[in-house]
């Protein structure tokens, strides 16, 4: 396989083995400007946590759990492309993300396999899976969205780090209002069995992440 030309990252190498996989049609070149794409959005300025960085946290997490996925290039791509449309003031960055890896992705994907990638990053905006999914994807599915609450149960320090970056993210909503918003979100976490659907993550995390949140919970509440 050849290598990316300029750019040749381990992720952009990443990214084009994993599209390659499902098409061995696709060039470098191809590669390169989808690469491109996705690298200039997540170094958009309004992020600070939903960066390359989260992408690349998220490979690390994808190559410890690959072998227990169906697809697991599709879920990879599912990884590159669930925050590449990222406004914090929004409410749709998922399905807009999801329309935005259909509409890149669809020359060279089957509608099957994009259609795939379109509901799996659908199911980010609210981390929960459809009672209807089969039990192959519900599996991958599980594995996605525990790989994106990983940061959850991570040790305190970087959790604190991931919270302060998420407030960076919301810089234009008001202490208070903030302060409100992310308590609902957290303590709705909370109200989950449990946050975590595969037992591999729910093994590793579950505890820590409960703890990082109330915690969390009680910083918040002293603002």
Not at 30 to 43: E, M, N, P, T
Not at 69 to 87: C, F
Not at 183 to 203: C, E, I, M, R, S
Request: contains cysteine.
């Amino acid at each position: 396989m050849n290598e990316l030309p300029p750019m040749n990252t381990h992720l952009s190498n990443h990214f084009y083995l994993c599209l390659s996989a499902l098409n061995d049609d696709v060039t470098p070149d191809d590669a390169q400007a989808l690469w491109q794409s996705i690298f200039v959005r997540y170094g958009e300025p309004q992020r600070a946590y939903h960066t390359l960085s989260h992408i690349e946290q998220l490979l690390v997490q994808f190559d410890s759990i690959r072998h227990h996925l169906t697809a697991p290039y599709i879920v990879a791509l599912a990884l590159y492309y669930h925050d590449v449309i990222y406004n914090p003031t929004r409410a749709d960055n998922e399905q807009k993300s999801a329309e935005y890896a259909v509409d890149t992705l669809s020359s060279y994907l089957s509608p099957e396999q994009y259609e795939h990638i379109y509901v799996f990053i659908m199911m980010t905006a609210n981390h929960q899976i459809d009672e209807s999914t089969d039990s192959v994807k519900y599996n991958d599915a599980a594995y996605l969205l525990d790989m994106d609450l990983s940061i959850l149960g991570a040790p305190w320090p970087t959790y604190r780090q991931y919270a302060k970056a998420i407030r960076q993210e919301y810089a234009h909503v008001a202490d208070d209002n903030y302060r409100d918003g992310r308590t609902a979100v957290l303590q709705g976490l909370l109200a989950h069995p449990k946050l975590y659907l595969t037992d591999h993550y729910y093994n590793q995390l579950e505890t820590q992440a409960r703890d990082n949140i109330k915690h969390e919970l009680t910083l918040l509440a002293a603002l």
